[in-house]
């Protein structure tokens, strides 16, 4: 699917799919269970709109074992990767982004430590 911005636009009005697309913009990448832990959300809720992301190809995902990384798609365009980082600087002051970060930053056994731990 080609990316257009009517395409970009439309999944970034979904809120699970913004605060997940925030989270990654910040943080580089991510796996399904730190963004479930941020978010508060359900597993399966959470992959669902991050297949969303993947299928229009704003995210991409690697496997690791036992988890999915996901991150921001290299390839975007220019002007989507704009869009993106200005609505980056927009939620940085937003209660909801800076909880869901606080809460991500404080999560124990984050995969990623875990994975450095034992490479």
């Given amino acids: 699917m080609k990316m257009t911005p009517e395409i970009l636009l439309k ?10 697309l925030m989270l990654l913009m910040q943080e580089g990448e991510l796996c ?6 941020a978010l508060n959300l359900i597993q399966p809720k959470i992959s669902r709109h991050l297949a969303s992301l993947r299928d229009i190809q704003v995210v991409t995902d690697k496997r ?12 975007l365009p220019p002007w989507a990767k704009e869009l ?7 939620s940085l002051n937003d209660k909801q982004h800076r ?7 404080n999560m124990s056994n984050r995969p990623c430590e875990l994975l ?4």
Wanted: aromatic residues 10%.
């Fill in 11 to 20: 999944s970034l009005s979904d809120q699970t799919r913004l605060r997940s």
């Fill in 32 to 37: 399904v269970c730190e963004l479930t832990y």
């Fill in 64 to 75: 690791a074992g036992q988890w999915v990384y996901y991150s921001i798609n290299r390839g």
């Fill in 84 to 90: 993106l980082q200005a609505s980056l600087k927009g």
């Fill in 99 to 105: 909880a869901d970060l606080n809460k991500l930053k």
């Fill in 116 to 119: 450095t731990t034992y490479e």
